[in-house]
């Protein structure tokens, strides 16, 4: 497996993408939002974005857009949105969109693991080689399903029972990245 100087080092060695779900986590939340000027950056984001990138870590973005099933935005609207928050936050190694209702039953959106498991096919990557950053328990519960790690950055949305059973919570972005970092 590894010798022993690999076993005192970071994840970065075995953890090679960091996925991050989009509102709520990376921008604040707007619902529904199809508006590029709304978008706003969390707090931290880019900063742990860029060291992300630059330790060699590739970075995605998974998200929910019910909206579009619901005719509230388009996929059109989703895609601006989107390349606003490139614009912002930088480029991203890899994007998944479910478009769909939580009553159409697919098997991407969250807490399914399909866009986890789509990601890492993109990546060229196991599930077990990524984690998936988010504000609420069906971030956690996609990474898990995958096979990925999951880190809760609870927000004022975010229910008790769903901060309860994580099994990693942190305050912010960056101290989710450090317990990452600290995973045997």
Known sequence: MGNREDMGSSVSSKLRA?????????????PYN????LVT?????????DALRADGIAT???SNQSGIA???ITAANVADVNARVEELLGPFD?????????????????PAPGMVQSACR?????????????????????????????????????RAEEVAEAQLVARNL???VSLLSERP
């Open 122 to 158: 993109k990546l060229g990557i196991q599930e077990s080689e990524a984690a998936l950053i988010g504000d609420i328990g069906a971030d956690v519960l996609a990474a898990e399903a995958a096979g990925a790690t999951g880190v809760l950055v609870p927000t004022p949305v975010t």
């Open 94 to 110: 890899v994007w998944e969109v479910c478009p769909h209702s939580e009553q159409d039953g697919c098997d991407c959106r969250k």
């Open 70 to 72: 619901r005719g509230l």
């Open 18 to 30: 960091v996925l991050f779900d989009r509102d709520g986590t990376l921008v604040v939340d707007v």
């Open 60 to 62: 995605g973005v998974i």
């Open 174 to 176: 960056a101290e989710a």
């Open 41 to 49: 950056p969390m707090p931290g984001a880019k900063a742990v974005l």
């Open 34 to 37: 199809g508006d590029p000027s």
